[in-house]
């Protein structure tokens, strides 16, 4: 399943017997139940089988291959051919397919290419763990030792329960609100700690600034 623009696009995907000729079918499947069935090849990508748009009821919109619409929850939609971003089963290489995805019709025209649920929360946690590990770096000492890794995972280590005042932090508060998650070093940079996993705890924002200041 993906999602373009707020439109959610569920596939299902048949493979076919050896010698046919495309690998796959895949049918894109709207909230609407409008339908979009394609071939595809064993890559993900499509082959030269566009069999087009299909009704709620599963019959088959002659001469409608890309001017059909459709209304989903009040907004006026399309299928349009769209490109994946998504990652490896391994985490850590990426590779594209390609899918027929409802759209609304006054979406832009050349937007970004999407990206995998599984593939956004790994550039997030990429992303996470360099400017951690960036930011941290700058204030510590030039001894100090400076593990790369993931806030979040020493904040799931706690539980989400403040190492400072005892109080549950929830995660959906977010930066900068005080009552968002932040990460205390329990031997601070300033007088000689790590930043390491051993060293650092879950704090809320406020209770981090508070110790800081004392």
Same mark, same amino acid.
């Given at each position: 399943?993906?999602?373009?623009? /707020?439109? =959610? ?29 394609? #071939? ?11 069999? /087009?748009?299909? #009704?709620? /009821? ?15 929850? /009040? ?15 391994? #985490? ?81 508060? =977010? ?17 000689? #700690? ?7 705890? =879950? ?12």
């Amino acid at each position: 399943m993906i999602e373009r623009y /707020g439109i =959610l696009t569920q596939y299902l995907v048949q493979d076919m017997p050896d010698g046919y000729f495309t690998s796959r079918v895949v049918v894109a499947v709207a909230e609407s139940g409008d339908m979009f069935v394609a #071939g595809a090849t064993d890559e993900g990508y499509y082959s030269s089988l566009v069999i /087009g748009p299909h #009704g709620p /009821g599963g019959e088959r919109l002659e001469g409608q291959l890309f001017s059909h619409t459709f209304d989903i929850n /009040g907004v006026l939609c399309q299928w349009r051919r769209e490109r994946v971003t998504d990652l490896q089963p391994d #985490g850590v290489d990426y590779f594209f397919w390609e899918c027929y995805a409802a759209v609304p019709v006054d979406a832009p025209a050349y937007p970004e290419p999407m990206h995998s649920p599984r593939y956004r929360a790994e550039m997030d946690r990429r992303r996470r763990i360099s400017s951690n590990a960036a930011k941290h770096e700058r204030r510590a000492r030039s001894e100090a030792t400076i593990e790369r890794f993931d806030p979040v995972e020493v904040y799931e280590r706690d539980a989400w329960t403040c190492g400072i005042c005892g109080g549950k932090v929830d995660p959906q508060v =977010l930066h900068p609100d005080a009552m968002s998650a932040s990460l205390d070093h329990v031997v601070p940079l300033s007088k000689g #700690g790590d930043h390491t996993r051993s060293n650092s705890v =879950l704090a809320h924002l406020i209770c981090n600034i508070r110790k800081s200041a004392n």
